[in-house]
């Protein structure tokens, strides 16, 4: 499509008829500032596009404001009219002239209008030299003409780059400001971990340096402790002696008290001062002349022996006058023994005083005496002892008599009458057992002949062989209930029909035996039966034969009839007889014991009463020897003694007087020998005179006794005296050498202190004290510089820098920095090879309109900035840049006014070739856009833009002379423009709205 | 000659701490691992004690340096002490890392029986001192070695080995490499035959960390690797060698354990694409490590290999190591987690995208320029990092090995190629 021709109205200055038969080529349309020329710009975009161009900074058109535009496409004539100053539809003619109107219609018939879009049209085919400002129009259109560059899955090159870039700084970042990037910060923990380990000398000669260094420290330590342990001691020493020195004074003050002391007692011991004498002096008082210092050992032996003497002498004192008292009593006691045995002499029946006066008793009359007394204890035990056995017999003789009387027995015939019961019982018992015997021999024949009986009327008669059996069977039966009954009865204790019922039972029992047992030759026996009869017969007679006899014979039982039961009967009955006949005999026997002890008794009593009075008579005559010896040893008195023991006593209370008599003289002469004794110690003690002893009896002498007591207790008192103050001033000295001794440490170091602290005052000891205290300080401040030093050597052995420590922090940190570092070169060598694909890509695959752009520009700056590059920014800007000859990218804001305008003109150029090359012509108009360029450049941008109308209808706007003339030089049509004044009043418009 | 036992060791480099730890380690496991690497003397006195040795050797580097710290010798002359107590003599020598220039400043038992310093120089009539040990009167071993006497010792010096015909039973002792150097320095570089030919019974050597049994027939040559494994390059269990020598002369060799601690290497291998059953992986090739090695404590490097979407989710390994680090806490296993690496790329054909015009098309045609060309590689990364890599930080490009550097390449595009599918995704 080309322009042919323009009108406006109310339009800037134009009204009318701007331009008519416009060239297919370039036309360079010149006039004067206000001559129009924007005005014919902004009129032809808007006939073209309507009032679409927002961005139009003021509307050069006028109330009314319209314009025609006739162009030529494809060799029709289409004429546009539109309203410019409201919004109204456009008016299209055709070539036909049929006429259309609105957008569509006109889109319809020039579909490059449709083709771009309004604000292209604008920046690219009409501007003027303000709107090179901006680089590049950023339309829809344009921006896919201009900036479609390569991108990574949905991130643009800019955004990888950035990402990549923004990793690697995270990463590594070696300025300063940077945010903790973590491989800057590990290398950097890491060479300060080298520094610290190429500081930290851990070898084995850095070890050994120590140690050596070690060794001379200990060693210096070691003689500045012995330094200090001479200076300690010195200070103790020193600090000791000052401690001593108050009691060195105390013991000093004690031992003269104690030297007084015994000076009072004894002469005063060589070598003891006193400490009074130095206190007379006026010196001080432990000058070497004023106070000798207090030998302990002397002064407390002295003092000690002192004491010991003292103490001794008291209890030689208390000992004396304990003897005294002792002897007090004893005298007292003498004087009431004396007055005793007086009181005794009185008192004797057959021995009077003068009978014994002075003479011992004689130890043989005495041995006599007491045998005497025996025999007479002895006769008179015998006599009571005949007495009682005599009066015992009496009593038994007494029971006797009565027991016979009693049996009915006469004193007179007992014997005989003993005699004939006897025989009269043996009588008895011999028939009865005779009758017994009878009487179960009888048994045994009826039993016999019961047999016979049986056997022969068997024989006689059907073998009737039960009925023995039978009979068997009762009598054990019989036997057996004779057995119950007996036990029956014996548990009772009813024994006599108890021993009855027993022998029934017994009896049954044996005839029960004896008939089984007798069976079997009876059996045998009936084999032969007649001649068995007979000799039953025979038998039985016999049997009978013999019984007669028997039963006449018996005498104590009579039997009427020769049958088993009577004979039975019979034998209990002689049983029970020979029972009684037994108790019968028992009472004989006793009647006869009886009788032989009344016979005892009575020869008893005869025994006795004879031993008696033979006694009796021995007493007597003893009796009678006692006296004839009491007369012979002087007894007297009437009547004679009965009793020896009254004599023996007698006598021995006798000798007992006289015993007594002979210790009160010993006692006496004791007394008189202590009191020898007490005169003798009292003179070796040189006290007074001992008192002389003359006194004879006790009286006097307790009389002298109580003297002398006297005057010991008054010696005693004063001696004790004496023995508490020497105690006392022993004990203050003793006290305060103790503790002396004891605060020195012992018995010689005081006595060394004490050597030392003679003639020492207190001031010189402290001087010295505080020297050695100095002297101490100052080893001990170099003492514990040394031991600090130890054992901060000793603490450097001990901890030793382990190299492992540093050598495992320094791999954790290596490992740390090697992975940080492969993790940086991962993103770094990313970058560079994204960097380099993507420089390739861009510089292969940039925009046709954006290298054409690149092309020009390289034409009109003469190659210096040969190409442009749009780039993506990480937030998706696009943005362009220009790249000179040694492929710098300049940012073109960078660049001169000029460069930038030749820049965007350029590109504007490369895009209307690209639209012309998707076959969109429209008419190009520019407004003066050479202005800024130098001449070379705009002449060879004139030159190109001269080839370019060759295929595109330009028309160049301009008030340059200058570029009119380049324009008549190159026969370009040159149209002039004059300044033409607004008319005063619109014209009527030519070209009705739709709405019109 | 009367049977009996020698335990050997070797490389014990006490005092030198462990690698491939940081301060996050926390406090218990620290504590682990200093106990771990500075109790391994004792643990290794305790085995010989137990096992009541007749003789320990030891093949160099006692010492991570020459100037050990003083802590370090006192607890070389603890051990000492204790095997004199126990009459156990130690024949040592010192290797590289500790070479003999100075005696030990505080003097070891008479029964430490330190081999003397080979010469500087060259020297073909040297011969290698050896101590005889009389363990019966029917026993007299042969020791033989040298310690280094400076820390660089390249020329073999196998020759100098010479066997005594008197002696009952020979061990050699020596410090260096021997046949591949693993990594090593080849210090005293030689090979099994040229061992071989000198007579000895045992060749007990040191110097190569990793445990291995060279030779099993006489001479018995073997490498009882560090007792104690101190980084990740040092994975699997650790110890000492014992020698049961019979009465003919047969060596039996066991291989005792003295780690306490032992670092893993733990690879696991995207098999789905989902986070979830690489969590399953994971934890289920970390809980077969604890049972491989009961009564150890394990410090793991896990590491993660593959393709898959999954590497957007392990984008940032720290956030994935620290849920992982729980995980393993949770369940009380002895196991430390010292670093995870995602090498996990995200699916991508590099060679459609090779050529693509797109940016990512670009990037991968730059990347596969570098990884194909090393050494512009390396110029790239001394351009780069020229920053953080240099002298002052002990960090050099120089010291990067080609894998290393490849393997930073390929990290730096994962990291992007990540982003790319990342963002693509989203």
């Known amino acids: 499509m080309k322009l042919r021709r323009l009108e406006l109205y109310q339009v800037g200055p134009h009204n009318g008829l701007v331009l008519e038969n416009v060239g297919d080529g370039l036309t360079v349309v010149c006039g004067p500032n206000e001559a129009g020329k924007s005005s014919l710009l902004a009129g032809l975009r808007g006939v073209l596009f309507g009032l679409v161009v927002s961005a139009e900074p003021k509307p050069a058109w006028r109330q009314g404001a319209h314009g025609v535009a006739v162009v030529v496409r494809d060799g029709e004539i289409w004429r546009i009219e539109r309203s410019l100053d409201r919004r109204r539809r456009p008016l299209v003619q055709g070539p036909d002239g049929r006429r259309l109107s609105g957008e569509d219609a006109l889109r319809r018939a020039l579909p490059e209008l449709g083709l771009v879009e309004d604000v292209a049209y604008q920046s690219v085919f009409t501007f003027q030299l303000a709107d090179l400002v901006a680089l590049a129009p950023d339309q829809g259109q344009i921006r896919d003409q201009l900036f479609t560059v390569g991108r990574l899955g949905l991130r643009s090159a800019a955004a990888v780059e950035d990402e990549l870039a923004r990793r690697t700084k995270a990463l590594f970042n070696p300025d300063p400001r940077a945010r903790r990037p973590r491989l800057t910060q590990c290398l950097q923990e890491w060479r300060e971990l080298m520094e610290a380990r190429s500081r930290a000398d851990d070898s084995a000669s850095a070890y050994q340096a120590v140690q050596a260094e070690l060794e001379r420290r200990r060693a210096a330590l070691a003689e500045v402790a012995e330094k200090r342990a001479v200076e300690t001691e010195r200070c103790q020493r020193q600090r000791w002696l000052l401690g001593l020195y108050p009691l060195f004074l105390a013991n000093v003050r004690a031992a003269a008290r104690l030297q007084a002391v015994l000076s009072g007692i004894q002469p005063r011991p060589e070598g003891l001062g006193s400490p009074a004498d130095g206190t007379q002096t006026g010196g001080h008082p432990t000058s070497a002349n004023g106070v000798a210092a207090p030998d302990g050992a002397d002064l407390g032996t002295v003092a000690q022996a002192a004491l010991e003497r003292l103490r001794a002498w008291a209890a030689a004192a208390a000992e004396w006058s304990w003897r005294l008292q002792q002897l007090e009593d004893l005298l007292a006691r003498v004087s009431e023994e004396t007055a005793a045995a007086a009181a005794t002499a009185t008192t004797f029946t057959w021995f009077q005083e003068p009978a014994l006066a002075g003479l011992p008793v004689p130890t043989h009359d005495l041995v006599a005496l007491e045998a005497l007394v025996q025999e007479e204890d002895r006769l008179l035990q015998q006599l009571e002892a005949n007495q009682r056995a005599w009066q015992e017999a009496q009593v038994v003789q007494a029971d006797r008599r009565k027991q016979l009387l009693e049996r009915g027995f006469v004193e007179a015939d007992a014997v005989q009458e003993l005699a004939r019961r006897q025989a009269e019982a043996q009588r008895r018992l011999a028939e009865l057992t005779a009758d017994a015997e009878r009487v179960q021999v009888m048994l045994a024949k009826v039993r016999e002949r019961t047999a016979l009986e049986r056997e022969r009327a068997a024989l006689a008669q059907a073998p009737r062989r039960r009925r023995p059996v039978a009979r068997r069977g009762v009598l054990w039966l019989a036997g057996g209930l004779a057995l119950a009954a007996a036990v029956a009865v014996g548990l009772r204790q009813e024994w006599t029909p108890a021993g009855s019922a027993l022998l029934a039972a017994l009896l049954a029992l044996w005839v029960a035996a004896r008939a089984g047992a007798g069976r079997a030759p009876a059996d045998r026996e009936q084999a032969e039966p007649g001649a068995r009869l007979a000799e039953l017969d025979e038998r039985l007679a016999r049997v009978e034969a013999d019984l007669e006899p028997l039963a006449a014979r018996l005498v104590h039982v009579d039997v009427e009839r020769l049958e088993e039961p009577l004979l039975l009967d019979a034998g209990a009955a002689v049983a029970a007889k020979l029972r009684q006949q037994e108790q019968v005999m028992q009472q004989a026997a006793s009647n006869e014991q009886l009788v032989r002890a009344w016979q005892a008794a009575c020869a008893q009593v005869q025994r006795m009463d004879e031993a008696r009075r033979a006694a009796r008579a021995a007493l007597v005559a003893h009796r009678r020897a006692l006296a004839d010896w009491c007369r012979e040893h002087g007894g007297a008195g009437d009547p004679p003694p009965q009793r020896a023991r009254q004599v023996l006593e007698e006598f021995r209370r006798w000798a007992e007087l006289w015993e007594r008599r002979q210790a009160s003289a010993r006692n006496l002469d004791e007394a008189r020998k202590t009191l020898a004794e007490l005169a003798a110690w009292w003179s070796a003690r040189g006290l007074a005179d001992p008192p002389p002893v003359h006194a004879e009896d006790a009286s006097s002498l307790r009389s002298h006794v109580n003297r002398a007591q006297a005057r010991l207790n008054a010696w005693r008192r004063q001696q004790e005296d004496k023995l508490r103050e020497l105690e006392e001033a022993l004990l203050n000295w003793r006290r305060a050498h103790a503790e002396a001794v004891g605060r020195a440490g012992g018995e010689e170091d005081w006595v060394a202190a004490s050597a030392q602290l003679r003639g020492e005052t207190e001031e010189s000891i402290r001087a010295r004290l505080d020297d050695a205290l100095e002297t101490v300080g100052r080893l001990t401040e170099r003492h514990d510089d040394l031991v600090k030093q130890m054992g901060e050597l000793e603490a450097r052995l001990r901890d030793w820098p382990s190299g492992t420590d540093l050598e495992w922090q320094v791999a954790a940190l290596s490992e740390q920095k090697d992975l940080l570092a492969k993790q940086w070169a991962v993103y770094r060598l990313a970058q560079a090879l994204f960097k380099e694909a993507a420089a390739r890509h861009e510089a292969l695959r940039q925009p046709r309109a954006l290298r054409w752009a690149g092309e020009i520009l390289a034409r009109a700056t003469d190659g210096r900035y040969p190409q442009l590059r749009v780039e993506e920014s990480a937030d998706g800007q696009r943005r362009l840049f220009v790249v000179d000859a040694q492929g710098q990218r300049w940012d073109p804001v960078a660049l001169s006014r000029g460069t930038r305008e030749l820049t965007a003109f350029a590109i504007r150029l490369a895009l209307i070739a690209d639209y012309r090359e998707r076959g969109v012509h429209l008419p190009v108009v520019w407004d003066d856009p050479l202005v800024n360029l130098d001449p070379l450049r705009r002449s060879r941008l004139l030159r190109l833009i001269l080839e370019v109308s060759e295929q595109q209808q330009i028309l160049y706007l301009t008030c340059h002379p200058s570029v009119v003339e380049w324009a008549r030089q190159q026969g370009v049509d040159v149209r002039m423009m004059s300044s033409l004044p607004l008319p005063a009043a619109p014209r009527p418009a030519v070209a009705a709205g739709p709405d019109r | ?426």
């Not at chain 2, 006692?62 to 000492?80: K, Q, T, Y």
């Not at chain 2, 003397?116 to 042969?142: C, F, G, H, K, N």
């Not at chain 2, 957007?312 to 849920?323: H, I, Q, W």
Request: contains cysteine; aromatic residues 8%; glycine residues 6%.
């Open chain 2, 1 to 426: 000659m009367r049977s009996f036992r020698i335990l050997h060791t070797a490389d014990v480099h006490l005092g030198s701490p462990m690698a491939g730890w940081t301060q996050q380690l926390p406090e218990a496991w620290r504590q682990r691992i200093r106990k771990a690497a500075d109790g391994v003397w004792q643990r290794i006195v305790d085995l010989a004690l137990a096992e009541q040795v007749d003789v320990v050797t030891i093949a160099g580097d006692l010492f991570d340096r020459s100037d050990a710290p003083m802590a370090v010798h006192f607890e070389w002359l603890r051990g000492f002490e204790r095997l004199a107590a126990a009459n156990i003599p130690v024949v040592l020598c010192h290797g590289n890392h500790d070479p003999l220039v100075s005696p030990p400043p505080v003097p070891w038992p008479d029964l430490v029986h330190v081999l003397p310093a080979a010469p500087v120089l060259p020297d073909a009539s040297y011969v290698a001192p050896s101590v005889y040990l009389s363990l019966a009167p029917d026993t007299r071993i042969q020791v033989s070695g040298f310690s280094y006497p400076a820390r660089a010792l390249t020329p073999s010096l196998a020759y100098a080995f010479v066997r005594d015909p008197d002696a009952d039973f020979a061990v050699a002792l020596y410090h260096g490499a021997v046949g591949s150097a693993h990594g090593h320095a080849a210090y005293c570089a030689t090979s099994e035959a040229e061992l071989a030919q000198r007579g000895f019974d045992v060749w007990a050597l040191g110097h190569i960390h990793q445990p291995q049994v060279l030779r099993g027939q006489r001479p018995l040559i073997v490498y009882p690797g560090n007792p104690q494994g101190r980084g990740l390059q040092e994975t699997g269990p650790r110890g000492c060698i014992l020698l049961d020598v019979s009465a003919q002369g047969a060596v039996q060799t066991r291989f005792c354990p003295t780690a306490d601690l032992v670092w893993m290497e733990c690879e696991v291998r995207i098999e789905e694409d989902s986070l979830a059953s690489l969590r399953r992986s994971v934890l289920e090739q970390l809980g077969a490590l604890c049972k491989r090695c009961p009564g150890h404590w394990l410090l793991v490097r896990v590491r993660l290999v593959g393709e898959g979407r999954v590497a957007a989710a392990l984008a940032d390994p720290a956030e994935v190591l620290e849920a992982l680090r729980q995980e393993v806490a949770a369940r009380a296993w002895p196991l430390w987690v010292v670093a995870l690496e995602s090498q996990v790329a995200p699916p991508l054909d590099l060679e459609t995208l090779a050529h693509s015009p797109e940016l990512l098309g670009e990037l991968v045609r730059v990347y596969r320029r570098y990884r194909e060309q090393p050494e512009a590689a390396r110029d790239l990364l001394r351009q780069e990092l020229a920053d953080v890599f240099h002298h002052g930080n002990e960090l050099s490009v120089d010291s990067l090995s080609d894998a290393e550097v490849a393997e930073l390449l390929a990290a730096a595009f994962r990291l992007l190629a990540t982003w790319a599918v990342q963002e693509g995704a989203g």
